[in-house]
């Protein structure tokens, strides 16, 4: 990342830590990395985005339903998913400096001959599905000495899943925090099915957090040990599944650009490497402060987990085919999103720095506060009770806040700073005609505007139920 990139992501995470939005954890202590909390607007702006993607994956979908599963599972479900095995990462020594796998790779890479380097390339790529060390070590080693580079490095694994302690009285046991939320998907699949009498196709939905020990964690909240996952995993008939994989690509691409980001920041991108329970998988990239990165992950998970977990678990999780008369495991097309990731994709792209004022262009729909109710002068009765009024009346409709002291020039960089879309001054031609200004955040423009026409002025401005109209047709 070079300097001026470096320079815009400082601004956000010292903006969005000044402001509320985003703290590291454990500040007073000199914080834990790779963990951070959501301060006041943040965890408002992250509900914001959440409810936003439960309205459109849950509420407004007659073939989906939501869970909310625990954190803490019986260890043998991580047995069977493959957790256990396969949930691992490589990193190099190489002299002083580590390296994660595929980093190393490619600088191998680059040091290789351009007519070697189709052929190599394959080969690393078979390569990252090895899932031994010393494999790895010895593949990589002959193509090493076979052209002449050196191979003086350490290979070592870290597993990923954090092991927590359960003691009782009687014994103690152990588990681990889940690093994904899809498995308390697939193991209450028959539970939903019989309390919800849902057909395939349908889908489960649920929000939460997963927890990862991840090595590198870098660039703010895009990678960090302790995150939440928005996911859904949608139970198919075989056969059927090149039809939803594609439908779910395209429906969680829409859901994305309507932050109206800019659409030239999103790409699809085909896993070449995949994860041990994918067969194949595509990710939404966006382009964060510098590069397109991981923003949600498609995947066609096919039977492996619910296959997995009956032979495991002596539990029948297969569905009887009342046409062909056999019972089959349903396949499955999973939505995989980061709730931090989204959250990071909008201050990267909402963050404006002006000579006067930096703030925050949030989305309006996902703003922590939605208005804010400045009476001009706050000593005079009149103006204090007509603010007073505005507020209450609105306050059931919108998350809004009443804010009389300092200057009006500060309280409005205030709610500029933390992404408020509109101001309503009260002044004294509020007492004469009944009106009150609106100011907006983007361009500071002002309008004056009835009081008594307040709510559907901002009842037009917030609304987003014509997305939801246009885009969720039940297939
Ligand atoms: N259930 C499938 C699954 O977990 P994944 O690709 O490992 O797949 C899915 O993760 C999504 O979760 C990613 O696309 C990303 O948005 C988010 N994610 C994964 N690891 C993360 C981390 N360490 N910090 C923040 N978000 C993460």
Redesign the pocket.
């Known amino acids: 990342m070079n300097n001026l990139k470096k320079d815009k992501l400082n601004k956000i995470i010292n903006h969005a830590r000044l402001y509320g939005f985003i703290y590291n954890s454990s500040e007073i202590y000199n914080g834990i990395k ?1 963990v951070y909390d959501y301060g006041p607007y943040g965890v408002e702006m992250k509900n914001n985005i959440k409810l936003f993607w439960w309205e459109y994956m849950v509420r407004y979908r007659d073939n989906i339903v939501g869970i909310d599963t625990s954190i803490l599972m019986n260890k043998n479900v991580w047995k069977s998913s493959g957790h256990y095995n396969n949930f691992n990462e490589y990193f190099i020594k190489k002299d002083t400096k580590i390296y994660k796998l595929e980093k190393f790779l490619i600088l191998i890479l680059n040091k290789i001959k351009p007519r070697y380097k189709k052929n190599i390339k394959k080969k690393f790529i078979k390569l990252l599905n090895l899932k031994k060390e010393k494999k790895i070590k010895k593949k990589l080693n002959k193509i090493l000495k076979k052209h002449n580079l050196f191979n003086n490095f350490r290979i070592k694994k870290i597993t990923l899943m954090f092991k927590t302690k359960i003691n009782t009285l009687k014994n103690k046991s152990f588990t681990y925090l889940r ?4 498995q308390g998907i697939f193991i209450n699949l028959k539970n939903v099915i019989n309390s919800t009498r849902m057909k395939i196709p349908f889908g489960i939905a649920q929000i939460g957090k ?1 927890f ?1 020990n ?1 090595i590198i ?1 870098k660039e703010f ?5 302790e ?3 928005m ?1 859904m995993q949608f139970f198919v008939y075989p056969g059927e599944e090149n039809f939803w994989y594609k439908y779910w690509l395209r429906s969680r691409l829409i859901w994305h650009k309507f932050f109206k980001l800019g659409k030239q920041y999103y790409k699809i991108k085909t896993h070449k490497k995949l ?1 041990h ?1 994918t067969t194949y ?1 595509s ?2 990239e966006f382009k964060y402060i510098n590069k397109f990165k ?4 498609i ?1 066609f998970r096919k039977d492996f987990d619910l296959k997995n977990h009956q032979k495991y678990s002596k539990k029948k999780l297969t569905i009887y085919d009342l046409k062909n008369k056999k019972e089959y495991y349903p396949y499955v097309i ?1 939505t ?7 959250f990071y994709s909008i201050l990267c792209k909402s963050i404006i720095i002006e000579k006067k004022r930096i703030f925050f262009k949030l989305p309006k729909f996902i703003a922590p506060i939605k208005i804010a109710i400045l009476p001009l002068i706050k000593i005079n009765n009149q103006i204090v009770n007509i603010s007073k009024k505005i507020f209450d009346d609105l306050k059931y409709q919108f998350n809004i806040v009443y804010d009389d002291k300092h200057s009006i020039g500060k309280r409005y960089r205030i709610q500029d700073a933390i992404g408020t879309p509109f101001c309503v001054t009260i002044d004294k031609t509020s007492i004469l005609n009944e009106t009150v200004t609106i100011r907006n955040r983007d361009d500071m423009k002002q309008i004056r505007c009835k009081i008594d026409s307040l709510y559907n002025f901002f009842k037009k401005e917030f609304d987003i139920s014509f997305f939801f109209k246009k885009y969720i047709k039940n297939v």
């Open positions: 790779g690093p994904e939320t899809a997963s990862r991840e964690t909240i895009f990678r960090t040990k995150f939440e996952q996911e994860s329970y998988a990710d939404i991981e923003l949600e992950g995947h999973e995989s999103l980061g709730l931090d990731r989204v």
